[in-house]
Protein backbone atom coordinates (compact mmCIF):
# COMPACT_ATOMS: atom_id res chain seq x y z
CA UNK A 1 0.00 0.00 0.00
CA UNK A 2 3.04 2.68 -0.41
CA UNK A 3 3.42 4.23 -3.80
CA UNK A 4 6.28 4.67 -5.72
CA UNK A 5 8.55 7.72 -3.63
CA UNK A 6 9.31 9.20 -6.59
CA UNK A 7 6.35 10.21 -8.97
CA UNK A 8 6.64 9.81 -12.48
CA UNK A 9 7.85 12.69 -14.78
CA UNK A 10 4.43 14.59 -15.38
CA UNK A 11 6.00 16.21 -18.71
CA UNK A 12 6.90 12.82 -20.59
CA UNK A 13 4.07 10.79 -18.44
CA UNK A 14 2.72 8.45 -21.60
CA UNK A 15 -0.13 8.90 -19.48
CA UNK A 16 -2.18 12.51 -19.04
CA UNK A 17 -1.00 14.41 -16.30
CA UNK A 18 -2.08 17.96 -15.18
CA UNK A 19 1.22 19.06 -16.99
CA UNK A 20 1.43 17.35 -20.30
CA UNK A 21 -2.02 17.70 -21.27
CA UNK A 22 -4.40 21.15 -22.87
CA UNK A 23 -8.22 20.86 -22.85
CA UNK A 24 -9.91 21.36 -26.28
CA UNK A 25 -13.57 22.51 -26.48
CA UNK A 26 -15.28 23.20 -29.35
CA UNK A 27 -18.90 24.47 -30.81
CA UNK A 28 -20.94 23.56 -27.52
CA UNK A 29 -23.62 26.24 -28.80
CA UNK A 30 -27.56 25.82 -27.64
CA UNK A 31 -28.18 24.89 -31.46
CA UNK A 32 -25.56 22.06 -31.67
CA UNK A 33 -26.51 20.70 -28.31
CA UNK A 34 -30.08 20.48 -29.53
CA UNK A 35 -29.38 18.66 -32.70
CA UNK A 36 -27.46 15.66 -30.81
CA UNK A 37 -29.35 12.16 -31.32
CA UNK A 38 -26.25 9.72 -30.14
CA UNK A 39 -27.23 10.23 -26.65
CA UNK A 40 -29.76 12.13 -24.32
CA UNK A 41 -28.71 15.74 -24.23
CA UNK A 42 -28.95 16.23 -20.55
CA UNK A 43 -26.28 13.50 -19.72
CA UNK A 44 -24.09 14.87 -22.76
CA UNK A 45 -24.41 18.64 -21.00
CA UNK A 46 -23.35 16.74 -17.77
CA UNK A 47 -20.36 15.34 -19.11
CA UNK A 48 -18.95 18.30 -20.71
CA UNK A 49 -19.26 19.76 -17.55
CA UNK A 50 -17.81 17.19 -15.59
CA UNK A 51 -14.98 17.65 -18.15
CA UNK A 52 -14.80 21.45 -18.26
CA UNK A 53 -14.69 21.45 -14.26
CA UNK A 54 -11.74 18.45 -14.21
CA UNK A 55 -9.45 20.87 -16.64
CA UNK A 56 -10.53 23.63 -14.56
CA UNK A 57 -9.69 22.20 -11.00
CA UNK A 58 -6.10 20.93 -12.52
CA UNK A 59 -5.51 23.85 -14.10
CA UNK A 60 -5.30 22.97 -17.91
CA UNK A 61 -4.80 25.18 -20.42
CA UNK A 62 -8.34 25.62 -21.82
CA UNK A 63 -8.85 26.49 -25.59
CA UNK A 64 -13.11 26.93 -26.56
CA UNK A 65 -13.87 27.66 -29.84
CA UNK A 66 -17.12 28.75 -31.75
CA UNK A 67 -19.27 29.22 -34.67
CA UNK A 68 -20.80 31.41 -35.93
CA UNK A 69 -21.47 33.75 -32.91
CA UNK A 70 -19.66 36.93 -34.75
CA UNK A 71 -21.92 36.77 -38.16
CA UNK A 72 -25.27 36.51 -35.76
CA UNK A 73 -25.97 33.27 -36.92
CA UNK A 74 -25.41 30.74 -33.74
CA UNK A 75 -25.31 31.59 -30.14
CA UNK A 76 -22.90 31.58 -27.59
CA UNK A 77 -20.99 28.64 -25.41
CA UNK A 78 -23.66 27.29 -23.24
CA UNK A 79 -23.54 28.76 -19.82
CA UNK A 80 -22.62 25.53 -18.32
CA UNK A 81 -19.40 26.12 -19.45
CA UNK A 82 -18.63 29.44 -20.08
CA UNK A 83 -19.60 30.32 -16.04
CA UNK A 84 -16.47 28.01 -15.21
CA UNK A 85 -14.24 29.57 -17.78
CA UNK A 86 -15.23 33.13 -17.40
CA UNK A 87 -11.84 34.43 -18.23
CA UNK A 88 -11.49 32.56 -21.47
CA UNK A 89 -12.77 34.34 -24.73
CA UNK A 90 -13.83 31.51 -26.91
CA UNK A 91 -12.18 32.15 -30.31
CA UNK A 92 -14.69 32.42 -33.41
CA UNK A 93 -14.40 31.78 -36.43
CA UNK A 94 -16.67 30.52 -39.69
CA UNK A 95 -14.99 27.70 -40.80
CA UNK A 96 -16.76 24.17 -40.29
CA UNK A 97 -12.90 22.74 -39.62
CA UNK A 98 -11.23 24.63 -36.32
CA UNK A 99 -7.89 23.95 -37.28
CA UNK A 100 -8.27 25.49 -40.36
CA UNK A 101 -8.89 28.76 -38.32
CA UNK A 102 -5.58 30.14 -37.83
CA UNK A 103 -6.65 32.10 -34.64
CA UNK A 104 -7.78 28.62 -33.48
CA UNK A 105 -4.68 26.83 -34.11
CA UNK A 106 -2.23 29.66 -32.63
CA UNK A 107 -4.46 29.04 -29.31
CA UNK A 108 -3.75 25.45 -29.32
CA UNK A 109 -0.28 25.69 -30.36
CA UNK A 110 0.45 28.76 -27.76
CA UNK A 111 -0.62 26.15 -25.08
CA UNK A 112 2.32 24.20 -24.96
CA UNK A 113 1.03 20.89 -24.51
CA UNK A 114 1.33 17.84 -26.84
CA UNK A 115 -1.52 15.68 -25.70
CA UNK A 116 -5.12 17.42 -26.40
CA UNK A 117 -8.23 16.54 -24.85
CA UNK A 118 -10.64 17.08 -27.34
CA UNK A 119 -14.01 17.75 -26.82
CA UNK A 120 -16.95 19.14 -30.13
CA UNK A 121 -20.27 19.10 -31.43
CA UNK A 122 -20.75 17.36 -33.70
CA UNK A 123 -17.92 14.20 -33.23
CA UNK A 124 -18.10 13.29 -36.96
CA UNK A 125 -17.71 16.95 -37.88
CA UNK A 126 -16.30 19.45 -35.50
CA UNK A 127 -14.38 16.96 -33.29
CA UNK A 128 -13.23 14.49 -36.20
CA UNK A 129 -11.32 17.20 -39.01
CA UNK A 130 -9.64 19.17 -36.14
CA UNK A 131 -8.31 16.20 -34.06
CA UNK A 132 -7.19 14.62 -37.65
CA UNK A 133 -4.93 17.88 -38.57
CA UNK A 134 -3.93 17.27 -34.79
CA UNK A 135 -2.82 14.39 -35.62
CA UNK A 136 -1.20 14.92 -38.44
CA UNK A 137 0.90 17.60 -36.88
CA UNK A 138 1.87 15.51 -34.07
CA UNK A 139 -0.28 16.32 -31.39
CA UNK A 140 -1.52 13.09 -29.31
CA UNK A 141 -5.42 13.17 -29.12
CA UNK A 142 -8.03 11.75 -26.62
CA UNK A 143 -11.64 12.21 -27.40
CA UNK A 144 -13.51 12.48 -24.77
CA UNK A 145 -16.26 9.28 -25.84
CA UNK A 146 -19.17 10.62 -23.46
CA UNK A 147 -18.88 14.21 -23.62
CA UNK A 148 -19.22 14.48 -27.36
CA UNK A 149 -22.59 13.53 -29.73
CA UNK A 150 -23.32 13.16 -33.15
CA UNK A 151 -26.29 13.70 -35.83
CA UNK A 152 -26.95 10.03 -35.22
CA UNK A 153 -25.54 7.34 -33.31
CA UNK A 154 -24.22 5.13 -36.85
CA UNK A 155 -22.51 9.22 -37.07
CA UNK A 156 -21.21 9.35 -33.54
CA UNK A 157 -19.51 6.01 -34.16
CA UNK A 158 -18.14 6.13 -37.52
CA UNK A 159 -16.39 9.15 -36.37
CA UNK A 160 -15.11 7.98 -32.87
CA UNK A 161 -13.62 4.70 -35.24
CA UNK A 162 -12.07 7.01 -38.06
CA UNK A 163 -10.22 8.80 -35.20
CA UNK A 164 -8.96 5.52 -33.82
CA UNK A 165 -7.65 4.42 -37.01
CA UNK A 166 -5.72 7.51 -37.65
CA UNK A 167 -4.04 6.94 -34.15
CA UNK A 168 -6.88 8.84 -31.48
CA UNK A 169 -6.63 6.88 -28.35
CA UNK A 170 -10.62 7.56 -26.75
CA UNK A 171 -11.04 8.36 -23.18
CA UNK A 172 -14.16 8.56 -21.18
CA UNK A 173 -14.99 11.55 -18.64
CA UNK A 174 -14.40 9.32 -15.45
CA UNK A 175 -11.39 7.61 -16.88
CA UNK A 176 -9.80 11.19 -17.23
CA UNK A 177 -10.25 12.92 -14.17
CA UNK A 178 -8.80 9.60 -12.37
CA UNK A 179 -5.78 9.67 -14.61
CA UNK A 180 -5.48 13.07 -13.65
CA UNK A 181 -5.53 12.65 -10.06
CA UNK A 182 -3.57 9.31 -10.07
CA UNK A 183 -3.10 8.94 -6.58
CA UNK A 184 -5.09 9.96 -3.28
CA UNK A 185 -1.85 11.16 -1.87
CA UNK A 186 -2.34 14.36 -3.63
CA UNK A 187 -4.12 15.79 -1.33
CA UNK A 188 -4.61 19.18 -2.53
CA UNK A 189 -7.00 18.09 -5.55
CA UNK A 190 -9.07 15.44 -3.69
CA UNK A 191 -11.60 17.61 -2.39
CA UNK A 192 -12.48 18.72 -6.20
CA UNK A 193 -12.08 15.48 -7.67
CA UNK A 194 -14.41 13.85 -5.10
CA UNK A 195 -17.11 16.52 -5.76
CA UNK A 196 -16.98 15.71 -9.64
CA UNK A 197 -16.49 12.17 -9.61
CA UNK A 198 -19.43 11.60 -6.93
CA UNK A 199 -21.98 14.69 -7.85
CA UNK A 200 -21.66 14.00 -11.76
CA UNK A 201 -22.04 10.21 -11.08
CA UNK A 202 -24.99 10.31 -8.55
CA UNK A 203 -27.19 12.68 -10.67
Same mark, same amino acid.
Not at 147 to 159: I, K, L
Given at each position: ?18 ? #? ?46 ? #?????? #? ?21 ? #? %? ?55 ? %? ?11 ? %? ?35
Amino acid at each position: MTSFPMVRDPQTDHLLTPQ #NAALIIIDYQPVQVASIQSMEKRTLVANITAVAKTAKLFGLPTVIATV #NVATGR #NQPTIHQISEIFPDIVPIDRTSI #N %AWEDADFVAAVRAAGRKKLIMTALWTEVCLVHPALDALREGFDVYPVVDAVGGTSEP %AHQAGLLRLVQAG %AQPTSWVQLICELQRDWNRAETVPGFSDILFTIEGH
